[in-house]
């Protein structure tokens, strides 16, 4: 089945400085890649998502990347702020329908 | 409304008894999910109700049973739970049963005394 690696666990970045987090996968099937954000005490919530036919996607302070070849992709907060702090799951899905696998999160904390 | 509501958030239970969560949106999304997360970990997928139908079971033992008596609704019911099922337990749901951009509650914290 699809593994997905997330890095790092932990991230401590100054307000204002830019954050980012990278994933891998196993399959290279998957065609499907979400990042949620998920505050404490809340379900995950939807920021950003691509698929495999696009290398990037931006929204404001947010962007992701994806290289197919290498089977990565990655998380770009720019301008960091506290709100921003918050624990980030990627993930990965082979086809529609396919169960969603989740990497092992990476905890964001923005000092201001 | 882009709300998934769970009640209730927080729930303390004995192993023998049984209970219920309960999981609602209005958004007309044809897929709802149930998701189980230990602390410090990725929601891992437990059912998925695909046009009210029950679609995907991840090999999750009966003590858990869910129910989806609408396109609105989803519940899962508890009985004879263990100390180990304690967790947060989130429902979403989405367009189509894509796992495409799935949308939250925000949980019922479950506790299995």
């Known amino acids: 089945g699809e593994n997905v690696e997330q890095h790092p666990s932990t991230l401590s970045v100054q307000e204002g400085d830019s954050a980012v987090i990278k994933c891998t996968y196993s399959d290279s099937a998957s065609n499907y890649f979400p990042w949620y954000k998920q505050e404490l005490g809340k379900g995950p919530q939807l920021i950003i998502d691509i698929r495999s036919n696009v290398g990037e996607k931006k929204d404001q302070r947010i962007a992701v990347t994806l290289n197919k070849t290498a089977k990565h992709f990655s998380l770009h907060i720019t301008e960091t702020q506290p709100e921003d702090s918050a624990v980030y799951f990627c993930a990965a899905e082979k086809a529609a329908g396919n169960k969603l696998t989740f990497g092992g999160g990476t905890r964001v904390l923005v000092k201001p | 409304d882009t709300e998934v509501t769970q009640t209730p958030k927080h729930l303390v239970m004995g192993m023998t008894n049984k209970k219920s969560l309960k999981c609602e949106q209005h958004m007309g999304h044809r897929a709802m999910y149930w998701y189980k997360q230990k602390a410090k970990k990725p929601p891992e997928l437990m059912f998925v109700?695909?046009?009210?139908?029950?679609?995907i079971n991840e090999s999750v033992p009966s003590r858990f049973s869910p129910e989806c008596p609408n396109s609105s609704l989803l519940n899962l019911h508890l009985h004879a739970l263990q100390p180990e099922d304690s967790a947060l337990y989130l429902c979403?749901?989405?367009?189509?049963?894509?796992?495409?951009?799935?949308?939250f509650g925000s949980g019922t914290q479950l506790s299995v005394l």
């Open positions: 109700y695909s046009y009210e139908k029950l679609s």
């Open positions: 979403a749901s989405s367009r189509f049963a894509t796992n495409e951009k799935l949308f």
